[in-house]
């Protein structure tokens, strides 16, 4: 030891002042508190208002005998984390649904602000906002984890509302990976989810997990209090690993279309450099020569630092050539490419070419106004004034172009699910029968 710091010990010893400069370590600042200051200010308190109608019916029948509204007011407190710093964010489904009105502040108790639902998933329960910032406003916005990079038993934080106290920090370990994938139409629940000791509570819903590294490796979804029976339990928390959320945000936020125009590849969400995972057939990115497994390098002549900052550079520019350079293996190259609306590939003609039937959207999904002979549809027993009300167990899409895309992503032979309403004789009376049809796409 040399005799400054024989000095220095000595000295503090004594009761005596460190010189500026030289003072020991903080020994409380551990990867706990750095974690804890890289990542609350991506944390945000979401507050909600709703309307639920009234379930009651004698409630229903005595407000509607006095003239009054037949739903009540719902608030509902939750949390969420930005990830991009254009200000998208991530929180539960179930944390926002149903609201007429979303509020965030911060966990660090800075500015408030509305926010807008871009795209929710009930099946996954992640949805994805967007805050209603100034013009040019950045926020900070955390991390995520490689979907792989889990250590069980590693500690982990929760951040996030719990019951409606603000920015708090709860820690534990992670208890259990993932057990199982999802199955296909199966409800997310505990198996497919990470476990943690970390106490979560009403409020920390859509808050993030994170490992010492500061990175996102969940979505705080639920707390386990009691067992089937009724026992109590502790110490069981649940968040929605960081693979899950990035396959829910693949499907929420796909970049094979941007601004309501069509670019035709997808790049996997939570990589950087972004990589290329599939390009669909005829489209402006295959024309373009983009491949599997390509490296996105520059996109207009910029970096783009997320999935999101990606499809915003292609909007940008989404009426000219856009230049993108990428990489492959080693090699570097340059391409251009022109996106086209998507609406002039995705109709009602691409519906007829699939399937053989011409669509007429209405409140309840689609009704099928003419049937082609020798076509899918006709070879399944579909007739005209037929009601689709839902397509491969899920709600229909939104619009003409949303079935067509929804067909697009089929290969030839491969089978559509509708499932169809429509009016039969049964004597002198008429009657409803619902079915499921199985077509082949062509």
């Known amino acids: 030891m040399n005799w400054n710091r024989k000095f220095l010990l000595v000295l503090a010893c004594l009761g005596g002042a460190l010189p500026i400069g030289a003072q020991e370590t903080d020994i409380r600042r551990d990867a706990t508190v750095n974690a804890v200051e890289q990542v609350m200010p991506s944390v945000v308190n979401i507050a909600t208002k709703g309307t639920v109608p009234v379930q009651d019916p004698f409630e229903q029948f ?19 984390v930005v990830i991009d710093e254009n200000g998208y964010l991530l929180t539960n489904d179930h944390v926002i ?9 911060f966990g660090t108790g800075t500015n408030d602000y509305e926010a807008t639902v871009i795209k929710s998933d009930a099946k996954s329960d992640v949805a994805l906002l967007k805050l209603k910032a100034r013009p040019g406003e950045k926020f900070h916005a955390i991390k995520l984890a490689k979907e792989d990079d889990l250590l069980l038993g590693e500690t982990v934080l929760a951040l996030g509302n719990p019951l409606g106290l603000g920015g708090s920090v709860t820690r534990g370990i992670l208890s259990s990976k993932s057990r199982m994938a999802p199955r296909q139409g199966a409800k997310l629940d505990y198996p497919n989810w990470l476990q943690t000791d970390a106490p979560i509570n009403p409020g920390n819903s859509g ?4 490992n010492l590294r500061g990175e996102l490796i969940g979505i705080n979804v639920a707390v386990l209090n009691e067992t089937a029976s009724g026992q109590p339990v502790q110490g069981i928390g649940f968040a929605i690993p960081i693979r899950l959320v990035e396959d829910a945000l693949s499907e929420i936020f796909p970049t094979e279309f941007v601004k309501s125009y069509w670019f035709g590849a997808r790049v996997k969400v939570g990589s950087y450099p972004l990589v290329i995972t599939s390009v669909q ?11 599997v497994g390509d490296v996105v390098m520059q996109v207009n002549g910029k970096v ?45 003609a691409l519906v007829r070419q699939k399937l053989g039937v011409t669509l007429e959207k209405s409140s309840d999904g689609f009704v099928i106004t003419k049937v082609e002979a020798e076509s899918p549809a006709s070879k399944a027993g579909l007739t005209p004034q037929t009601l689709i009300w839902a397509v491969d167990r899920q709600s229909p899409p939104a619009d003409i172009t949303g079935f067509a895309k929804l067909l697009y992503a089929k290969k030839r032979g491969e089978t559509v699910l509708l499932h169809t309403l429509t009016i039969e004789p049964a004597g002198d009376f008429k009657v409803l029968r619902r079915n499921v049809v199985e077509l082949a796409t062509r």
């Not at 550079?313 to 340059?334: C, F, H, K, M, W």
Request: aromatic content about 6%; charged content about 25%; proline content about 7%.
């Open 304 to 348: 783009p630092k997320t999935f999101i900052d990606f499809g915003d550079l292609l909007a940008s520019n989404a009426v000219s050539e856009i230049p993108i350079t990428y990489r492959r293996g080693d090699q570097v190259s340059d391409a251009n490419l022109r996106l086209v609306p998507e609406s002039s590939v995705f109709n009602a």
């Open 207 to 210: 808050g993030p997990l994170v």
């Open 62 to 80: 005595r407000r509607q005998m006095l003239g009054q509204q037949l739903y009540d007011e719902s608030y509902s407190l939750g949390s969420g």
């Open 281 to 291: 057939p005829d489209s402006p990115a295959g024309k373009a020569g983009l491949k």
């Open 97 to 105: 649904r149903g609201a007429d009105q979303i509020q965030v502040r």
